[in-house]
C-alpha cells in the first residue's frame, strides 16, 4: 500500500476551545480522530514535516502570554505546551519541519529548532502584530505581513549574517507597504526567486508581488474583504475568499477583461450564499479547493466543475485554518513491525520550545533550499546536535527493530545533509568568486564558475 496517496483535510477554528481540531479523509469524507482543546487564531495551525500538529494559543488558562501546543497523530490530547515571550498569532514551518517560525503580537518574529526546541533567533518585523508567516517554495526566504499593512520578505541567510545586515542596514530583503489595512493572508508562487507573492488585506485589494525584481505587479480590487486566498498550482488564477461568502477567480496573467460587474480581472465566483469565508487550501492534486467558513462548515468545491462536492461539519464558530496534507502514516491501521504508522508511534514529540534566546549556547545553524526530488522527502533535522540527540533517544529505548530502523534513517540523513552543506557551500564560494571577478574586471567572470 502506497502511504502517500491519500489525503486528509485539517481544520481548527477560534470560537472555542472545545472545538478542537478536525481532521477527515478528503476522498471519503470519513472523519479521523478530533484533536482537544485548541482555540487557534488565523494561520495558527501547522503540521510540522507531517510528524505531529501544533498551533498558537493567544489564551491560555495557565499562561497570560499565550501559547503554543503539540499534538501526536495518534492521540486527542495535548502533549506538549511551550509559552513563548508574547502571544503568538501565525505559525509557519519549512517543509522538512525542522524550523518553526512564529508571529508576535509585538510585530516580533520567532525563530525556533524544532528537534532541540531552542530560539535561535528573534527580530523586529513589523510595527504592529504579525498576521501572517509563509515560506518561499525553495524555502530560502520567509515572507511575513503585519496589523501595519506590510509585507516584507526575509532572506533566512542575511537574518544569521550579521555582514551582510551592516551592510544592507536593515534585515529585509524587500518591504511592501502599499496597502492601507491590515494583511490577512499571503500566498507564494512555485519558481523559487522568480516567484509571485500575493497577499490580500482588509483594504478589499489583492496585490500581486514579484520576488524577483521586488515590485507590484498587479492590483485587484474586489467587492468585499478578503480574508483567504489560494493559487491555482497553474498559477493562471488565484481564489479569494470574501466575506460576503463569495469565492472570488481572480487571473494572473489575462488583459483585464471581465465578464461581470464584479471588477477588473475578476472572472468568476464561487458561492452557495454561505457566510464569509475564512479560510483556504488546495488539495494536492490541484483542482480542489477546500474552504473553510464562518459558519463553521468546511467546503469542497471542483474548480474544474465550479461544483461543491463535499461538506464537513466542524463547529459552531469559523473556520479560520485549513490544512490539506498527504495522510501521515500514524493515521493508518498498524499491520506490522515494518509499517511506517509503527514507527511513528514510537518516535516522541520533541521538547518545548524555549521562551528566551540561550546567549551562551554555541551552535550552527544550517538553512538549505528545499531538496530535489532525488532527496528524501524526510530530512527533519537542522543540525548535528539535534541528528544525536534522536539517536541517543531512540538507543535508550532499547534496541527494537523499529528503532534500529529509525538510528539507520537518521544517520543516512546525516551523512546527506553534511552532502548537501558541502554542495551548497562550494556554489556559494563560487558565485562569490564570480561575482568579485565581475566586479573588480569590470565584465561578466567566467560562466562555468557558477555551476
Partial sequence: MAFTEEEVVIASSSSSAEAGIGCWELRSGAENLRYRSCSSPSHGLISVGGRFLASSQLKDSSSNS????????????????SFPAEPINPLACNSDGTYIVGGGVSGSIYLWEVATGRLLKKWHGHYRAVTCLVFSMDQSLLISGAEDGSVRVWSLLMIFDEERQQRAGHLYEYSFSDHALPVTDIVTGYGGSNAIIVSASQDRTCKVWSLARGTMLRNIVFPSVIDAVALDPGEHVFYAGGRDGKIYIAELNGLGKSNNNYGLHIIGTLSDQSKAICSLAFALDGYQLVAGSEDGMVRVWDTKTHNMIRVFKHAKGPVNNILVIRKPPALYPRTSANNPASVARKL?????????????SDFGVCITPQPDNDWPCDL???TVDSMNKQISELQQHGSSGASEMEIERLKLDNKRSMQMVQQWKKMYENLHQFAVGELLNGEAGDASLAL
Fill in 66 to 81: 499565550g501559547s503554543i501546543l503539540y499534538w501526536s497523530w495518534n492521540k486527542p490530547q495535548v502533549e506538549v505546551k
Fill in 348 to 360: 516522541s514529540l520533541p521538547p518545548k520550545l524555549e521562551k528566551y534566546i540561550n546567549e551562551e
Fill in 380 to 382: 527533519t533535522y537542522g
